[in-house]
């Protein structure tokens, strides 16, 4: 086989140029990786913006809620309050703290004989500003404090915040614990929505300080199907390598329009093995767009992503598939004869 | 650099395109291979190249060294039929090639391709793109190309097809003009390019598929 002695810098240069020179006839694809690059981003995102609404819908209606309390109900363990409150600091925990029914109440102007509960602050972090939580299916209280009367005495409201159903702050009013409580029956944990219950609920079993008896853990809502593992095993996360195929037969298709200009090289001297290098880092250079443009649109998107490197590693992933297709689609324009490849218009 | 052919032959399956040919390309002038379409040229000129294998015979080169070469396309400069060229680069990128090809530094591979654009008469189109010369000048280039890479032979197919008489005989002048610098060799049926060569290769077609 023939051979040349293109210094590789310059041959690297002439590629630069026919890609992103003036008036590149690569122009078409390389606003096509452009696209490729940020649309299959922001399509992860769409798609993960999707799964966090469906999540977050489970998690309302009780999904990831724990509560722990004695294994069997006729062998009753008291949980300390401190260490079920000290799980709100656990990584994969949102809040966690003691819940314990509380006789009827009348609030006025509220209403009278009220479902009431007591909660520690850590598991509900409105009730730091309060005497109480009031559901917000009981008031018309946008936002902001007010005032309310528990038989005589005033008392500082604010609406609950919307929490899972089953909490019982919809419905219901909401005092913090007795100063004097240090234990209780019950110990709630409310976990990230995406956190994994099953593998969580041992661990945070473990480090709940108990009288007695054992303790076990009831979620809240068990759902039929997990949105996460079908979102993982869904046929479109394939999208950006399909991108990358049908990128590389826009270039393989832009490389054969050019095929007199791959004759130009050939007949000045230029051997087969430094065409393919040449094709080669043209095709680095459009794929290297459409990743940079995945990952510059993750940047960009960072906020609604779950985790920002997973669309730059499928941007890469669709790089490569570009690349390699692309160069394999071109391989025989290298090998062809350059007076076959100058008649090719 | 000399050219000897001898006793070549190139099938093609059944298909005799040239057969039993015996001739030479005498350094230091312009040879046209002249001879009606399908008699072989195009063909020759490959095989002259190194990018077609003859079926019998041989092709030897002889240049400084002692013993003849066979062919080889690094040793060889194509201008092809047509307009062939980078279409949105510039007139001396397009040239720049050539020396590039064969290792030249960036500024060295310039200044050769500005060289050869003035020797065809193309010293004032040096920025231009290629897409906005004329066909006689995109002609030119090829040839300026051919010139600025240094090869001792230069093979011209055809290159006065589509061009009008006035261009013809600037390519005719051109090349004999630059005889000196290597051997060329230029497939052609135009009389005014045969009329300028030093030397003319006649192919003829044989009733029985080949010459």
Known sequence: ?345 | MQIEVLDAAVHFGNRIVFSGLTTHFASGQVTALVGPSGSGKSTLLAALSGYQSLSAGCIEFHGSGPAPLPPDPSRVAWVPQGSNALARRSALENVAIAPLSSGARLSDARERAVEALELVHLGDRLQQQARRLSGGELQRLALARALASGKELILADEPSANLDATNTELIAQILHELRARATIVVATHDPILVSSASAAVHLRTLENHGN
């Not at chain 1, 023939?2 to 690297?12: E, G, K």
């Not at chain 1, 890609?19 to 940020?38: D, E, H, I, K, Q």
């Not at chain 1, 005589?152 to 219901?172: I, M, N, R, S």
Request: net charge negative; aromatic share 4%.
């Open chain 1, 1 to 345: 086989m023939a051979t040349d002695r293109w210094r590789p810098h310059l041959l690297i240069r002439e590629a630069f140029k026919n890609v992103f020179g003036a008036g590149s006839r690569m122009f078409p694809v390389l606003a096509l990786a452009v696209l490729a690059g940020s649309g299959s981003s922001a399509f992860i995102l769409v798609e993960t913006e999707s799964l966090r609404k469906e999540v977050q819908a489970l998690a309302d209606d009780g999904h990831n809620v724990l509560t722990f309390s004695a294994l069997k109900p006729e062998e009753p363990t008291l949980i300390s309050r401190a260490s079920c409150e000290a799980l709100a600091t656990q990584s994969g925990v949102r809040a966690a703290g003691v819940l314990e029914p509380e006789r009827e109440l009348n609030v006025l102007p509220v209403g009278n004989r009220l479902p009431a509960q007591r909660a520690s602050i850590t598991l509900f972090p409105e009730l730091k500003d309060a005497d109480l939580l009031v559901g917000p299916k009981l008031s018309d209280h946008a936002s902001g404090g007010f005032v309310v009367r528990i038989g005589d005495e005033p008392a500082k409201a604010v609406v609950a915040e919307p929490h899972a159903e089953g909490l019982g702050t919809g419905f219901g009013i909401t005092l913090p614990p007795r100063a004097s409580a240090s234990t209780s029956e019950h110990c709630v944990v409310i976990l990230d929505p995406f956190a994994d219950a099953q593998t969580t609920r041992d661990a945070l079993a473990a480090q709940l300080h108990t009288s007695g008896n054992a303790v076990t853990s009831t979620e809240l809502l068990v759902p039929t199907n997990d949105p996460v593992d079908t979102y993982l095993k869904r046929p479109s996360r394939w999208l950006p390598l399909l991108l990358g195929a049908l990128g590389a037969l826009a270039t393989a298709i832009s490389t054969r329009l050019r095929a007199s200009e791959i004759a130009v090289y050939r007949m000045s001297g230029t051997s087969a093995t430094s065409v393919v290098s040449l094709l080669t880092v043209e095709a680095l250079l459009i794929a290297g767009t459409a990743a940079a443009s995945a990952a510059t649109a993750s940047a960009v998107l960072a906020k609604g992503h779950l985790d920002a490197t997973v669309p730059v590693v499928w941007g890469l992933a669709m790089a490569g598939v570009w690349t390699l297709t692309s160069i394999v689609a071109s391989l025989d324009l290298a090998v062809r004869s350059p007076n076959d490849l100058a008649k090719d218009r």
